[in-house]
């Protein structure tokens, strides 16, 4: 009977979580309340290393130099030249290279190892592996980012749980005036604020 209990309960304290912290709790060992588990994961997070909370930054955007990790010992910046196609204009990017005349990912700085990665093809080629390569994209490029959320999130808002994305596709169309009339109907909360 007290597992059956202990499974209501998770299930009633999951079904409360936004697609964020659950992605943060998944393939993790979990105690029940969920909310502490969360609290300790957001406070190793936040705390340990010089973690978000001592970075204080005011940026709005991450220089390039500093999304990679950095190089090792002995290692040097070279200039990689990339031709993709017929006709296509020749892109020029930074990687490491080892003293031993390897390439390193241009992510997370290890030996690529893949056949093409003395002479790169393709912008792939300049990482060990495709989850480099996604990160990479991901860190500099702000519509993947928002892209990916969304695959996470759906639209909906993790404080209000309004389906965000739902109400912009419905107002759209309709003049700046319909659109204040249907904000305050659907989302009285959201049509309160000031700035809207």
């Given amino acids: 009977m007290s597992c059956r209990y202990a499974l209501v309960e998770f299930l009633k304290e999951w ?3 936004s697609s964020i912290e659950r992605r943060k709790l998944i393939g ?4 029940l309340p969920l909310s502490v588990e969360l609290s300790y994961l957001n406070e190793n997070l936040n705390h340990d290393n010089g973690g978000l909370l001592k970075g204080r930054s ?11 990790y950095p190089l090792p010992p002995n290692a040097v910046w070279r200039k990689v030249r990339l031709c993709t196609g017929k006709g296509k204009q020749e892109k020029i990017y930074m990687q490491g290279w080892s003293d031993k005349d ?24 300049l990482f060990c592996s ?24 759906h639209g909906i808002c993790t404080n209000c749980r309004l389906d965000c994305h739902k109400l912009v596709e419905r107002i759209r169309p309709l003049s700046f ?3 204040e009339e249907y ?3 659907v989302a009285p909360n959201l049509a309160k604020r000031k700035k809207l």
């Fill in 130 to 153: 495709l989850n480099c390569c996604e990160e990479y994209h991901l860190r500099t490029n702000k519509s993947s980012i928002r892209n990916a959320l969304f695959q996470i999130e």
């Fill in 28 to 31: 993790k060992a979990l105690q």
């Fill in 58 to 68: 005011k940026r709005r955007t991450t220089p390039l130099d500093e999304i990679s």
């Fill in 177 to 179: 005036e319909s659109r």
């Fill in 15 to 17: 079904s409360t979580l």
């Fill in 102 to 125: 390897e390439p390193l990912c241009k992510l997370c700085q290890t030996s690529c190892r893949n056949s093409n990665a003395k002479t790169p093809d393709y912008f792939e080629d």
């Fill in 183 to 185: 904000i305050a109907k």
